[in-house]
């Protein structure tokens, strides 16, 4: 098949996990005789450099006409000064609002053989396999600001529609899963949550009699997720409470470098990047781990290009890299750190040697 896939490089490492992405999935197609097209556009603090904005309208036109965008991250101290009319982080937040991608997945499943990189105990880890579905596009972080020179608020709501959505697709992942959902909510305080409650517990038991739904209040949930890890199948929740738990959960894995993301929409083009950011303290040395960026264009594979097998093959690969242990320096633990090409190169050698490749297809 022939996809176009518009490149997001954006800050600090960036452009270096990108770049290693942008080879995994050129190799996919070499293997598997598929054409990907790759339009390399401006975001964040690039593209404030380059043209005053974080997002530029021609980055915007070419997600909206692409089959799938990719994307390293943004900011980092040059634009970070709390005065600043414009900063990077705009940029992001106004791609996703823009593009309706009001899910964001990020599923976490500790390897085996990257455990010792994890703070947790071994055998809590064993069989861990979640996923969080952050909603993307509301809350806290859409809501009305207001800055005085003695106050300032930051407003979170959320309609309905926008809850009912999101908690659909969680249920519908659940369904390919282990049937069970767990919504996180602070409803002991804020009316949000309150409602988020309300109608989760509706959605589920209108919509999905076959999926288990439980509440669980954010403060004691990221505790559980660190004490036992094994209960959870699919969590949902807002927008500002996901962005946190899942750098924690992240933890399960062993570092912030291995987790990919999905954000999808209804119909709309997809947007993939890892959770982590723009990591200014080792930007430019090139050793950021790449596996998260490489492993969210396996989901760009899976969701926007129905490619699953390709996706299976990226992450296979993966899998074999960390058995071996190819760590990169966040996952070496003062042992045999590899740099993001040679991370790379050990994932390219695994797609050539590993994937198999059914028949030929247009
Ligand atoms: P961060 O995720 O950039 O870094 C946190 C820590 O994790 C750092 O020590 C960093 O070196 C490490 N780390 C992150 N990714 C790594 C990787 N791939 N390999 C090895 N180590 C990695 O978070 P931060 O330092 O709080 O934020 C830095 C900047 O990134 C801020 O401007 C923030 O707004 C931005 N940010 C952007 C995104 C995004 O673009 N999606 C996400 C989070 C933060
Ligand atoms: C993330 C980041 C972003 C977020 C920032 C950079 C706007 O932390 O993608 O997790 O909070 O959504
Ligand atoms: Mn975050």
Same mark, same amino acid.
């Given at each position: 098949m022939h996809a176009d896939i518009v490149v997001l490089p954006g800050d600090g490492i960036g452009p270096e996990v990108t770049a290693a992405a942008v080879d995994v999935l050129q190799a996919v197609a070499r293997r598997y005789s598929h054409r990907f097209t790759l339009h390399e556009h401006l975001i964040g603090g690039a593209a404030i450099d380059a043209?005053?904005?974080?997002?530029p309208d021609a980055t915007l036109a070419a997600a909206r006409d692409a089959d799938a965008v990719l994307l390293g991250a943004v900011g980092g101290p040059k634009w970070s000064? =709390?005065? #600043?009319?414009?900063?990077?982080?705009q940029g992001l937040l106004a791609i996703r609002k823009a593009l309706g991608l009001y899910a964001n997945l990020r599923p976490t499943r500790p390897h085996s053989a990257a455990i010792?990189?994890?703070?947790?105990?071994p055998h809590l880890l064993a069989g861990v396999d979640l996923l969080v579905v952050r909603e993307l596009t509301g809350g806290i972080y859409f809501g009305e600001r207001t800055r005085t020179e003695t106050s300032a608020s930051d407003l979170c709501s959320y309609t309905v529609a926008e809850i009912e959505r999101v908690v659909r697709r969680a249920c519908l992942l659940a369904r390919g899963r282990r049937g069970h959902v767990t919504s996180v909510d602070k409803a002991n305080v804020l009316e949000t949550s309150r409602l988020w409650r309300d109608v989760a517990t509706r959605i589920a038991r209108d919509e999905f009699p076959d999926i288990t739904l439980e509440h669980q209040l954010v403060d004691s949930m990221a505790m559980h997720l660190l004490s036992? =890890?094994? #209960?959870?199948?699919v969590i949902v929740t807002e927008n500002m409470f996901g962005d946190i738990l899942t750098d924690e959960a992240s933890m399960l894995a062993g570092s912030l470098g291995l987790l990919p993301s999905a954000s999808l929409g209804d119909g709309s083009v997809g947007m993939y990047e890892p959770i982590?950011?723009?990591?200014p303290d080792i930007?430019?040395?090139?050793?950021?781990?790449?596996y998260g960026t490489i492993l969210s264009a396996a989901l760009l594979l899976r969701?926007?290009?129905?490619?699953s097998m390709e996706a299976g093959c990226i992450e296979q690969a993966v899998d074999s890299a960390l058995e071996d242990g190819v760590f990169s320096a966040d996952l070496a633990a003062g042992g045999d750190a590899r740099s993001t090409r040679e991370v790379t190169a050990a994932v390219l050698e695994r797609i050539e040697t590993t994937c198999q490749v059914a028949e030929l297809r247009d």
């Open positions: 043209t005053g904005t974080p997002l000064d =709390p005065n #600043a009319a414009v900063r990077p982080e010792g990189a994890s703070p947790i105990k036992k =890890p094994r #209960a959870f199948d982590h950011g723009s990591a930007a430019g040395q090139g050793i950021a781990n790449p969701y926007s290009l129905g490619l």
